[in-house]
């Protein structure tokens, strides 16, 4: 019939009745998010299911359903053809042209106050061969005419292109003979229901309910590219969607405004091709999400851009990467800038290939070049001395016209801007082992002629190494009653003009100690409160003894507080003393020589080493104990020396954490990869993520993934110090390293009470690309530390299929007894 022909479009979303108030697939601005109305909030919904409910919510969250008012829904309310058209054009993404003013029907007119909003959307049907009017000479379209039940299944069927032919028609009186077909795979297909046992009311007008239900229905089977199948269950298609990819993007967004700074000639690249992102990451968020609040995971991102779902442009002097789309690393499933050509105005545009209407662009201003305008010293005059074993430094930045540390010259830029350093002798005997640790030749004032006071070096900017460093390390050698004085200068040049651009510079002063230590003041420095560790480790017959000093220091070294002795010159300019007192095999051991206390069984101590490889004295509590005073014994060239330190205490009780951090709070793991795990002894162990997640790692082992940037190499040598710190209530911290303490480590975890668990309801829950429970992929650490990750499918020979996983993300919690939270998010791709 001639009339059906023209509603050939599936309505999968209903609108309200209001013309304003209809949903355009287009993104909800922010300043309009509050107003996003819930199910609650309507007075005619408060009677139905939370099933129902719930559904209608999806509808209201993504605004293609609003009330016909702030209270009242609309839900036994009619629904016209000329919102049918909106919808249906809004679905399919047609190709909407909202300035056309005249209509190919006659009796569709934009100056009609009731539908003269629908008039694009009626074009677009038509225009997509969805509707040719409901006359024979296709010159009416009758916009304000109703929808009955069957036309409505009708719609559903056809627009999803599910075929009717050799279905068994449904034998319903109330349906006509033409849809009978259609209502039978609507039915099957949990599309709609029956008003009545035996009865689908094909000619009832439609009601809003109706709608909502209906086109959530065949709006999820749209998303996710289902085929009918007989018997009334429906499947995924094959073929329909890349791996990994459950559903079908229906929004994307831009995060540019969190861009840094871009300015010509900004390159992101280093020698070898890999994205450099020690000044400004070159890579711009990307957002996109899908039905019921889905949000793709990066590695989903890149699966749909390289599939053809997504766009990704630039426009002006950005010039973007090839693949647009990063693939891994630090780009995964980010826009990704290779470069800036042009000052000006400048856009990124990303959109969604299969739904017109889902795009959008930023536009930014490009700045000028960057150019190096300024150079600081984070130290103007250092005194140190002659025998610290030490290295130090300067460090020089160098800024651009933006106040942005300027790291090498732009590709564009013909100049080449360099560094030129140099150092001067002013005074004294020379004083330096060396100098100049960045450069290829550095200060050696051993092989210079006594004459020759200056040393200078040029160096590129870009070659400046880590933030500029001037190392420097005094040569252990006697430099007079005076010192020696020297003079560090930077100066930014512009090389090909000899052009000074700007200059920065610092005074070192070299001492020898025993000549300087009269005009110094010394001060203990150390915790006026202490635990009550031996007692503790001693009740719990880990120590053999109370002061059992040997076994304190070597494994339980973190419940001791260093003893530090604090050293000033006469202009009270603060000197180094670590690494200055040597012993007969010249390596450097503690200034602090030993420790007294007034009072029995109080402090106990030993030599040791902190966490910068530097000689400390470390003590240790023994048993509680109020306001008692230790004598500090230490070492000076011009003999012993001894201090007092007054009024110190020792508390006792369960050690329990107060604090926990975690060092790495984002961690991408990719499933597929093969890791490359360059071990101490130089040997290479090479895993894949699937096999490795499959071993049930122990958690701080994984963590360990999160460093080298994502790379998939790792070098144990380079490994974080710890990857988890936790303290306690008397601030003593616990954490686990690289090495062989993990075990000690987890020991102490269980004696602090504190849980490793992945969060499951708190602050970062997992995220599936599922939502039935039964379908999820598990997830879990038990009581040992070991990370349990079981993915639902499985292969023929029952284990698991990694490639088929839908867990996205989870993040491992660490809770104390007081509650305090950390977490690290896991991303996993494959």
């Known amino acids: 019939m001639k009339w059906l022909s023209s509603l050939l479009s599936v309505v999968l979303v209903a609108v309200s009745l209001s013309p304003v108030a209809l949903a355009e697939n287009t993104e909800v601005p922010a300043k309009q998010a509050s107003l996003v109305k819930k199910s609650e909030d309507f007075k005619d919904l408060k009677g139905l299911p939370q099933e129902v409910k719930d559904k209608l919510d999806v509808l209201l969250q993504d605004h293609v359903f609003d009330g016909v008012s702030d209270t009242v829904f609309g839900v036994d309310d009619k629904m016209n053809r000329a919102q049918f058209a909106k919808v249906a054009a809004i679905i399919f993404a047609l190709p909407i042209n909202k300035a056309l003013m005249k209509s190919s029907f006659t009796d569709v007119r934009s100056d009609d106050p009731a539908n003269g909003y629908a008039l694009p959307f009626i074009e677009a049907l038509k225009a997509a061969g969805l509707t040719n009017g409901v006359d024979e000479e296709g010159k009416l379209y009758n916009p304000s005419g109703i929808v009955t039940r069957q036309e409505l299944a009708a719609f559903l069927i056809r627009g ?309 460093k001037f190392m420097f390390k005094p040569n252990h050698k006697p430099v007079g009653p005076a010192g020696s004085e020297y003079t560090i200068t930077a100066t930014v040049i512009n090389k090909n003009t000899a052009q000074e651009i700007a200059s920065a510079a610092s005074s070192l002063k070299v001492y020898n100690w025993k000549v300087l230590d009269p005009k110094m003041t010394y001060e203990v420095d150390v915790n006026g409160s202490h635990f009550a560790a031996g007692k503790y480790l001693f009740e719990r017959k880990l120590l053999s003894s109370e002061d059992d000093i040997a076994t304190l220091n070597a494994k339980y070294s973190y419940y001791g507080k260093e003893v530090n002795i604090i050293a000033t010159d006469d202009k009270n300019r603060r000197i180094d003393i670590t690494k200055v007192l040597k012993d007969d095999s010249n390596k450097p051991i503690s200034i602090v020589q030993s420790i007294t206390a007034n009072k029995k069984d109080t402090l106990i101590g030993a030599p040791g080493i902190n966490v910068a490889d530097i000689p400390v004295y470390k003590v240790y509590g023994i048993q509680p104990m109020d306001l008692f005073d230790i004598d500090v014994t230490f070492q000076t060239p011009n003999g012993v020396k001894k201090l007092t330190k007054r009024q110190l205490s020792i508390e006792y009780a369960e050690p329990a954490t107060k604090a926990v951090a975690l060092k790495n709070i984002a961690l991408s793991f990719n499933l597929n990869t093969v890791y490359e795990i360059r071990k101490l002894d130089g040997t290479i162990e090479k895993i894949k993520g699937s096999d490795y997640l499959e071993s049930k790692p122990n958690v701080w082992e994984f963590l360990k993934f999160g460093d080298n940037n994502g790379q998939d190499t790792k070098d144990e040598s380079q490994f974080f110090r710890y990857f988890i710190q936790s303290t306690d209530q008397f601030g003593y911290k616990y954490q686990n390293t690289s090495d062989n303490k993990m075990k000690d480590f987890t020991n102490n975890l269980d004696l602090l009470k504190m849980k490793v668990i992945v969060d499951t309801e708190d602050k970062n829950p997992p995220k599936w690309s599922v939502k039935d429970e039964a379908a999820k992929d598990k997830i879990w650490i038990d009581d040992q530390l070991r990370i349990h990750y079981e993915p639902h499918a499985k292969k023929a020979d029952g284990s698991f299929d990694y490639s088929k996983k839908n867990l996205q993300s989870f993040s491992i919690e660490l809770v104390s007894p007081t509650l305090q939270r950390s977490w690290c998010i896991v991303t996993l791709n494959y």
């Open 160 to 468: 999803l292109k599910w075929k009717d032919a050799g279905v068994t028609p449904t034998s319903d009186s109330t349906v006509d003979d033409w849809a009978k077909g259609y209502i039978t795979l609507a039915l099957e297909n949990k599309l709609m229901t029956q008003v009545a046992v035996g009865s689908f009311g094909g000619k009832v007008a439609s009601t809003r309910k109706t709608l909502a239900l209906a086109s959530f229905e065949a709006r999820r089977a749209v998303q996710t590219a289902v085929t009918p199948v007989a018997g009334g269950t429906t499947a995924a298609a094959s073929t329909a969607l890349p791996a990994g990819i459950t559903v079908l993007p229906t929004s994307i967004q831009l995060d540019m405004d969190k861009t840094s700074t871009l300015s010509v000639g900004d390159k992101y690249y280093d020698a070898d091709g890999r994205i450099s992102t020690v000044w400004q990451p070159p890579v711009i968020g990307l957002k996109v999400g899908g039905p019921n609040n889905y949000e793709f995971s990066a590695s989903q991102i890149e699966t749909l851009y390289s599939n053809g779902y997504i766009e990704v442009s630039a426009s002006g002097g950005i010039v973007l990467d090839n693949p647009a789309i990063g693939q891994s690393s630090v780009g995964l499933g980010k826009v990704v800038i290779k470069e800036v050509t042009a000052e000006g105005d400048a856009s990124v545009s990303a959109k969604l290939t299969h739904i017109n209407d889902a795009a959008v662009t930023h536009t930014t201003q490009v700045k000028a070049m960057r150019i190096p305008t300024s150079i600081e010293v984070n130290s103007k005059e250092m005194v140190v001395l002659a025998e610290n074993d030490q290295p130090q430094s300067f460090i020089f930045n160098v800024k651009d016209q933006y106040g942005k540390i300027f790291n090498a010259a732009s590709s564009l830029d013909s100049s080449s801007y360099m560094i030129n350093y140099k150092l001067e002798r002013i005074s004294g005997e020379p004083g330096l082992q060396s100098a100049g640790g960045i450069f290829t030749t550095p200060w050696d004032e051993q092989k210079l002629d006594a004459a020759e006071h200056v040393q200078s070096w040029k160096l590129p900017i870009e070659q400046g190494g880590d933030m500029n």
